[in-house]
């Protein structure tokens, strides 16, 4: 195929453009398609956008060399049947690189013809110098024109959500090209955002999906970016849900109502082994399969992406009541990619672009797995979290009510002097409440799974870590 000789993709991309114009002029002049597209909820300028066009059921005659159109996997080479155009009685979408050169088409069915049409719903253009479809995301041209620096990007799964998202204004939709999430497009979304919204079904196929994009974008996340999931209703993707609820509803839903990656890790855990609080086996396993999501993960390029991946562990730890530091070596090596670096010399905290972080935050937030003196850190918290609601009493009612048993808690400290210096404790109500809040989740979790802590970890080392 000649490799990514540059002359081979420019010319592609050529042949691309001139077969993506006839694909426009045989759209323009197919009433029926139009009619098709409108009862979609597409209208012109949507289609106009993305260059959507219309590939007929008969031989389109496109003015370029046959070896040209070949080349550009326009024309497939039948041992049987001669040449054969590879799109027939499809809509077209063309597929753009970052630069916005066509490098290869999606073309999508109107309809079933029968009972007996083995047609896939969707076909891409095959392989080819300028295409490999692993490499790049339908939209993603499209959305940076219009903002180079999105504040979020949502993956959806078909060309048609994409299409119907900038269609209810929602310009931030990419598609990665009817394939699982690759290390390379996970590397390209970041490259543009700070956060990735997956969304998918909310089947088992869907949450399936959901765990491989976990572990492809989580090893290509480091600090300072976010992974996040939203699934859908039953029966809806995002192109029906939108024709139907309407940007607003999806925009909340997107926002509001999607998942952080730690959180997806509990969550997938629940669903893959439903158990009472009290089953330690279910408990192990739980914390068994979330981990090794997360061993699934590349090896981090950097530092950052290490402590990334370490924070995951650091939020499954104290989520099963498990000390910071319990990780097998295995996990370690798997998670950094090679030996521990000196935990107590180097920062893990994300860089902060404005201003400047509570103090406490780092306490709260930071990987703990690297501290070398657990005992320390914890009774840290304990004396941080004790001065701060001192200084800001009125937090606790609202902190009781959330997680039970702060006030009980307080009293039974009264004697407690904590040894925290008075320039660390949160100078404002807002920032107050802010770290009380995971100071004191970390604190009641540790409380109210300090009988099953040690009985979960021994169970982990007597029946062998998968990930081990």
């Known amino acids: 195929m000649n490799g990514r000789d540059p002359d081979v993709v420019r010319r592609i991309a050529s042949t691309n453009e001139i077969a993506a114009n006839k694909f426009r002029g045989e759209l323009v002049k197919n009433q029926a398609v139009i009619s098709y597209l409108k009862d979609r909820g597409i209208d012109g300028a949507t289609a106009k956008r993305f260059g959507i066009g219309y590939a007929p059921a008969g031989h389109l005659d496109l003015p370029v060399d ?9 024309i497939v080479v039948s041992d049987d049947r001669g040449l054969r155009d590879r799109f027939r009685d499809r ?3 063309p597929i753009r690189s970052i630069s916005g050169s066509i490098i290869g088409f999606g073309g999508r069915i109107l309809k079933k013809r029968d009972d007996n049409d083995s047609r896939p719903k969707y076909l891409n253009t095959g392989e080819t110098p300028a295409f490999q479809k692993g490499d790049n995301l339908y939209g993603l041209f499209e959305c940076l024109s219009d903002d180079p620096n999105p504040s979020s990007l949502i993956v959806v799964e078909g060309y048609m959500d994409v299409v119907m998202m900038a269609r209810h204004g929602l310009t931030n939709g990419v598609a990665a090209l009817g394939t699982s999430l690759t290390t390379r497009q996970a590397s390209r979304l970041f490259a543009h955002t700070d956060q990735v919204i997956f969304c998918f079904d909310g089947d088992d196929a869907g949450m399936r999906a959901a765990e491989r994009a976990a572990s492809i974008a989580g090893g290509a996340a480091s600090l300072g970016k976010l992974v996040r999931f939203a699934f859908m ?6 192109d029906s849900y939108l024709r139907e609820h309407g940007a607003d509803q999806f925009r909340y839903m997107m926002e509001s109502e999607s998942i952080r990656l730690d959180e997806f890790l509990l969550e997938i855990g629940e669903r893959k082994h439903p158990c009472q609080d009290d089953d330690v086996a279910g408990l192990a396993a739980r914390y068994h399969h979330s981990a090794q999501i997360i061993a699934k993960m590349q090896p981090p390029r950097n530092f950052s992406q290490m402590a990334y991946r370490i924070s995951m562990l650091t939020s499954l730890n104290i989520a099963y009541g498990l000390e910071p530091t319990f990780m097998p070596d295995s996990m370690a090596r798997v998670v950094s990619g090679a030996p521990m670096p000196g935990a107590n010399q180097v920062s893990t905290e994300p860089r902060r672009t404005t201003s400047q972080r509570p103090p406490i935050d780092h306490l709260v937030n930071a990987p703990m797995v690297m501290s070398t003196d657990t005992s320390v850190v914890k009774q840290g918290r304990i004396d941080m979290l004790i001065a701060t609601l001192r200084r800001f009493p009125s937090l606790i009612p609202d902190l009781d009510a959330a997680n039970p048993g702060l006030s009980q808690w307080m009293d039974d400290q009264a004697d407690h002097q904590p040894a925290i210096d ?5 100078a404002t109500e807002n920032d107050a409440m802010k770290s009380a809040k995971g100071l004191w989740m970390q604190i009641h979790g540790e409380i109210r799974m300090e009988s099953k802590r040690e009985t979960v970890a021994e169970y982990m080392r007597a029946v062998g870590s998968p990930i081990q």
């Not at 046959?66 to 326009?74: K, P, R, S, T, V």
């Not at 008075?422 to 949160?426: A, D, G, K, S």
Request: aromatic share 4%; net charge negative; charged share 25%.
């Open 233 to 238: 209703p039953h029966g809806h993707d995002p």
């Open 91 to 93: 809509v077209m979408f």
């Open 422 to 426: 008075v320039e660390l404790i949160p």
């Open 66 to 74: 046959d070896d040209d159109a070949i080349e550009a996997g326009l």
